[in-house]
């Protein structure tokens, strides 16, 4: 094989950053050594512009009606502006056309809807933005619609439920061709850190919760995670009682307010402690936790190993 032929299809309105994510995780790997090397097509239909949300446009480098086999890989790139893709009955034919000469298919956020309906899922496990869960589900009954997972692998077919899920699952894709290895200098040079297949969407970028001010201070919790979080404080930045605040977290978040903080606290140290060489005493202290001890009997209940260890299981 010369080199692994990948078709993004944009639709009309598809976001940028659900284009780019695929296509500049894979120019950095061709960058690094990939070999076979990717080529990589953006098509559109009619090969016209793809105007987005954010007003910027996107010009494709072919039509998607002239797209021929094999391919490696087809990806579907939606985005929160498009609800029209999907039932366009031409639009899908060759979407259906083109994914049986390809060897795997993929969808970025709403693209999994555009597959739904050219029937590539039926009977597969699939997970989509979070705001098109309900209405894919209901559209087609016989596609298991997963909101949890930030990106999901079945058989051939792999969904990721948007931006961060688009780069994650392009990474797997990677280090499916070409190894760990590689694809572990791709992230570095992306500056992220890579979820596998079925892991839970990032706290914060889920469903929006449906109570105010449990998100108010939810939101508040995740991006001051070094400073002081103890219940009386966050109900007191709400406006409201304690026990109020306890009693709202537990119905709408199903833990307390101090679980969740020692929580969210715990799940960053364990990402700065993959992706940084910062100590274990800074991490801890930008996390939130008052020592090194402290952050290890977190750590221990949580995931059942130090924060060495932890570290040196993610770098082996």
């Not at 949890?148 to 990721?160: E, K, Q």
């Not at 500056?191 to 201070?217: D, F, K, N």
């Not at 103890?230 to 026990?243: K, N, P, Q, W, Y």
């Not at 996390?287 to 190993?305: D, I, K, Q």
Request: with cysteine; aromatic share 2%.
């Amino acid at each position: 094989m010369d080199e692994r032929l990948v078709v993004v299809v944009a639709c009309r309105t598809s976001e940028l950053l659900d284009v780019a994510c695929v296509t500049s995780t894979l120019d950095v790997a061709n960058r690094i050594g990939a070999l076979p090397p990717y080529r990589t097509r953006v098509v559109s239909p009619g090969g016209d512009d793809v105007v987005a949300d954010s007003g910027l446009s996107l010009r494709g480098r072919g039509s998607l009606e002239r797209v021929a086999g094999p391919l490696d890989t087809l990806v579907v790139a939606g985005g929160l502006g498009d609800g029209d893709s999907a039932a366009d009955g031409r639009f899908t034919g060759h979407v259906r056309r083109i994914a049986r000469e390809s060897r795997r298919v993929a969808s970025v956020c709403t693209g999994a809807g555009v597959l739904a309906a050219a029937g590539l899922l039926d009977g597969k496990r699939v997970t989509t933005h979070w705001h098109d869960v309900e209405r894919l589900a209901a559209a087609h009954p016989a596609v298991d619609v997963d909101p949890r997972p930030v990106h999901v692998r079945d058989g051939a077919v792999a969904t990721a439920s948007g931006i961060a899920g688009a780069l994650d699952l392009t990474l797997c894709l990677v280090e499916e061709d070409h190894g760990a290895d590689l694809a572990r200098w791709v992230a570095r040079t992306l500056v992220t850190s890579p979820r596998p297949p079925g892991g839970p969407v990032p706290e914060g970028v889920s469903a929006p919760l449906e109570h105010p001010v449990v998100g108010h201070v939810v939101d508040h919790v995740v991006t001051t995670l070094d400073g002081d979080l103890s219940a009386a404080v966050l109900a007191a930045r709400a406006g409201i009682g304690e026990r109020r605040l306890v009693r709202l977290f537990t119905r709408h978040v199903g833990t307390t307010p101090d679980r969740f903080v020692r929580d969210a606290r715990t799940r960053a140290a364990a990402h700065l402690l993959t992706s940084t060489t910062l100590p274990v005493a800074q991490v801890a202290a930008r996390c939130g936790f008052r020592s090194t001890a402290a952050l290890r009997r977190s750590f221990v209940s949580r995931y059942g190993l130090s924060p060495s260890r932890h570290r040196a299981a993610a770098a082996r």
